[in-house]
Structures are given as structure tokens and as C-alpha cells.
């Protein structure tokens, strides 16, 4: 990867009037905002349809777009609703904060009135052929949503036994049942789609790549597990064998248990990994650069048996390592990815990332600890990495300094060589910047100096998480100058 400077800001952050970001006007102002700050890369998070708990990595699927993120104003110049429908609605009040259930409850009140309209529209054929050339996984994941809504959202585990095992009779029967509610979610995705290409259209054309986030497992209650159970462990009523998730360690004395579907990986090696390569090259539709989370259990994975209460009694199990990325280069070429490589890395997991090339992540959160030497300090890095003053998983930059130890804020300070009128946060964004890695990435909410009621998410937490929004006024052109003179001098500006 170029020598560049990027940003992360979830979509769902963006300004709007109807209670969450979208892929609309919104979406192009943040892109020329980036663009005058002299940043080459919009990292964000991943962009799938979220279920239980909104968080944007458990999906109903991992091919559909979030409905959430299509732009209702663009619907409105399209004549598919109005404003005054629009309008209509409870959008919630509060333009920093996502209220979930609001939006839950209104938008697709919202794009079901946009459906209609567009059901009476005399030319379908853009919608037919967006049906035609994705039908492998969109008959699956419409079907999925279709039968969920009918049964009240409850997971497909609980659904009748005939059409939970996906029996022929009772998938042509529902089919056949619910046509119209099956065409309304093939609707949604031909919609996201259309205004996918034309947003990244527009921030390509900016010369700023879109770093987009690839969860490694799939949601338990999705459409990819309820229709391809053989390439997951799963016994033959569809329960899990084993889940998803990592041992105790100094942050959690049980560890984290995530219940995601564990591959069979023997299976995919014998199908040459086509569902994975398919996977990843819908990814690389969507983004420039694909980040793959929790990279390490393609070396090894942590095996829960089911049922658990916690993660303590799980065991390491060897991964299809370099093996994979051999075979998914012959199929799909050169893809640009990203390993999030975060924790303790064993050899197996360091060996593979070496034999990938893959640039991994640094986090200076985590460099300051008591002084201790550790490969998050720039000192340690190389080139080939991406540093981040902090993820979407930690607390803002400015949260971190209100709880660390005194020692640790110390440290850091010394290490930087912040003088005292620095704030701390350009501190530490100095540092990523001027470090030898090839990409920094900080969080929008570190650049503007924000404290911990701006923190994204708090793994193994529900409530909060994934709602903060940011104000429009804050992104000004003082703001982008001195983002741009920093990419400058640190060697990060365009070509």
C-alpha cells in the first residue's frame, strides 16, 4: 500500500433526517471533506443488513446491504415517495444518537411505500436484470426475510421443520406464498446496490479508496447458515456443534462467547473454497481494500463446544492457513486486503501473515502499557501496516486518557514527545502520521477530540453500542487544512 493518510467513520455516523447515516448527500459531503483533508482512504464499517443488538457484525447476510443505509432523498427525486410522507414519521429527535427502534419501526413503513410506487412503474428492466445476475444468493436471502417476518423474526432454527430444513415442497410452497413480500427485499438490494455504485463512483473519483470491514463469521440466524448449513458445523437438526469466540484472557476472565457458526473446513477445501472466494469477491464489489476481521483463526480458531455458558472450556483447532490464500489468488487474482491481527499472536498466526504479505494493524491505545516494550509502539513497526490511534472497539482517544494510569498517560506523553500545549489526541495522531507505516487510519471521533460518550462500541455489551452520529458543523475547513498540512509533512499527501 501507497504511503496515505484515511479516516474512520461508520456510514450509519453520517448526518441525517431520518435518525441514521446514509449512502446519500451526506455520504458526498464527508467525501469531499476527506478529500480537502488530503486522505486517501475512507475506512468503514461492514455494511450488512443487522439484526438482533445492531451491530453491523452479526447480518442477516453477507451479501445483502443494509436497507438502513439506502438514502430516502434520493427515493423522493426518483418519485418512489414523498416528502410530506416522509416527514410523516417519528424519526426521533436527537441528531448525535441512532435510536434504533424508531428507525426500525418507521423505514420500512417508508420503503414499503417506495415499493408500491415502484411496482407501478411501466420499465422493470433494470430490476429484473439486477434479479437475474444475483439471484444465487438473493432468492436465499429475500426467502430468508420474507419466512423471518412471517414468523415474527424468530431465528430459522425455530421455524416449522419442513421449510427450517429447506425441503423442496415447502421452499416452492413459500415461494409461492409470499411472491409480493419476497420481491420487497429483492427490491431493497436492487435499490442499495444502485446507490452503492453511484457512491463509490463518486469517492473514487476523488482519488479516496473505500476501506470496507468483512466480519470472518457469519450470524447463527442468517441466510448464509440457514442455506448452506454442509459448509458449517452443525448437526443434522441444524444446531451448532461448535461456536465462535475467544479464550479468557486479561480482559475477560471467561472469555468471549460471539455463537457464530464454525466453518467445516475440511468440506470447503474440498469444494476449493468456492463459497469463501465468492464471498471475498463480492466483497472486492463493494470495496477498494477489504479488511478481514479476526484474521488469526485462518491460522487457528477457537472451538466452543455448543451448548456454553461462557468461552472456558474451548480448544485451538488448526485453520486452512496459507493453503486458502493460495487458492483464493489463482481464483480471484490480486485482491487489496487488510489483516486485523489484533491480540496475542501465536507463530502459526505470525508465520501466515508473513507468507500472505497481508499489511496487519497497529493500535496505540495499546502501545503505552507501564512502559512495557510491545509491537504497537512505531519504533517496532514496519512499513507494511496500518496504525490506528484507536478501532471502533476501543474508547475514543480522549476516553483512554480519562481512565488510563497516570504512568501509562506519562509514557505516552514522553514517547511522542507532546509538548504541553499539544492536545493529547494530536498527539497521538501526530505519531501514527509521522511513524514509518504505510497507512494511518484514525477515527473521525479522535480528530475531533471527543471523549468516551463518542466510543462506538464496547464488545461483550449491549444498549449503546453502534449509535453514535456525527454533527455536520464540526467538519470545517480548519479541520481540513490542518489534517492536510500533517498528511503533508508526514509524507501522506497525494501523489
Avoid at 470491514?213 to 444446531?239: C, H, K, R
Avoid at 503505552?368 to 496504525?387: A, I, R
Avoid at 479522535?446 to 464540526?474: C, H
Wanted: one cysteine or more.
Amino acid at each position: 500500500m501507497a504511503r496515505s493518510a484515511g479516516v474512520l467513520l461508520s456510514i450509519t455516523s453520517l448526518p441525517s433526517p431520518y435518525g441514521i447515516g446514509t449512502i446519500g448527500k451526506e455520504a458526498r459531503k464527508f467525501a469531499d471533506f476527506l478529500k480537502k483533508s488530503g486522505q486517501k482512504i475512507w475506512q468503514i464499517l461492514p455494511v450488512g443488513p443487522t439484526s438482533y443488538g445492531d451491530s453491523p457484525y452479526q447480518s442477516f447476510s453477507t451479501y445483502a446491504g443494509n436497507p438502513y443505509l439506502i438514502d430516502l432523498d434520493t427515493l423522493c427525486d426518483e418519485g418512489l415517495i414523498t416528502k410530506k410522507e416522509l416527514k410523516s414519521f417519528d424519526w426521533g429527535d436527537n441528531p448525535e444518537e441512532v435510536d434504533y427502534e424508531k428507525v426500525y419501526n418507521c423505514r420500512y413503513k417508508a420503503l414499503r411505500i417506495a415499493y408500491e410506487n415502484h411496482k407501478a412503474q411501466p420499465d422493470q428492466k433494470a430490476f429484473r436484470s439486477f434479479k437475474r445476475r444475483n439471484s444465487k444468493w438473493l432468492k436465499n436471502y429475500a426467502l430468508f426475510m420474507a419466512l423471518k417476518n412471517n414468523f415474527d423474526m424468530v431465528s430459522w432454527l425455530e421455524w416449522p421443520e419442513d421449510i427450517k430444513m429447506r425441503e423442496e415442497k415447502a421452499v416452492r410452497r413459500y415461494e409461492r406464498k409470499f411472491k409480493d413480500e419476497i420481491d420487497f427485499w429483492k427490491f431493497l438490494q436492487f435499490k442499495f446496490f444502485e446507490q452503492w455504485e453511484s457512491f463509490r463512483a463518486y469517492v473514487n473519483g476523488l482519488g479516496i479508496k473505500i476501506l470496507g470491514d468483512m466480519p470472518i463469521y457469519v450470524a447463527m440466524d442468517s441466510a448464509d447458515t440457514w442455506a448452506n448449513p454442509e459448509i458449517f458445523q452443525l448437526y443434522d437438526d441444524g444446531d451448532p456443534i461448535a461456536v465462535a469466540g475467544c479464550p479468557p484472557d486479561y480482559f475477560s476472565e471467561t472469555g468471549q462467547l460471539w455463537g457464530n457458526p464454525l466453518y467445516d473446513w475440511d468440506y470447503l477445501e474440498q469444494t476449493d473454497y468456492e463459497w469463501w472466494f465468492e464471498r471475498i469477491k463480492a466483497a472486492s464489489k463493494l470495496y477498494d481494500i477489504t479488511r478481514i476481521d479476526h484474521f488469526r483463526a485462518f491460522a487457528s480458531y477457537y472451538s466452543i463446544p455448543f451448548p456454553a455458558e461462557n468461552a472456558i472450556n474451548g480448544e485451538w483447532i488448526e485453520g486452512p492457513r496459507i493453503k486458502f490464500f493460495q487458492m483464493m489468488e489463482e481464483a480471484l487474482g490480486d485482491i487489496e486486503i487488510v489483516a486485523e491481527d489484533l491480540g496475542t499472536l501465536t507463530p502459526d498466526v505470525t508465520e501466515l501473515m508473513e507468507q500472505t504479505g497481508y499489511p496487519g494493524m497497529k493500535v496505540l491505545e495499546f502501545a503505552f502499557d507501564s512502559g512495557e516494550e510491545n509491537d504497537y509502539l512505531p519504533h517496532n513497526y514496519t512499513e507494511n501496516c496500518v496504525v490506528y490511534t484507536g478501532t471502533h472497539d476501543n474508547d475514543t482517544v480522549m476516553g483512554w486518557l480519562e481512565t488510563a494510569k497516570p504512568e501509562d498517560i506519562k509514557y505516552a506523553r514522553e514517547y511522542c514527545k507532546m509538548p504541553d500545549d499539544e492536545p493529547f489526541n494530536w498527539g497521538l495522531i501526530r505519531t501514527a502520521y509521522f511513524s514509518k507505516a504505510d497507512t494511518a487510519i484514525v477515527p473521525i471521533q479522535d480528530i475531533l477530540g471527543l471523549g468516551k460518550e463518542a466510543r462506538m462500541n464496547t464488545p461483550s455489551t449491549f444498549g449503546k453500542n453502534w449509535t453514535w452520529r456525527i454533527s455536520g458543523k464540526v467538519l470545517t475547513k480548519e479541520l481540513a487544512a490542518k489534517l492536510k498540512t500533517m498528511s503533508a509533512e508526514s509524507g501522506r499527501l497525494e501523489d
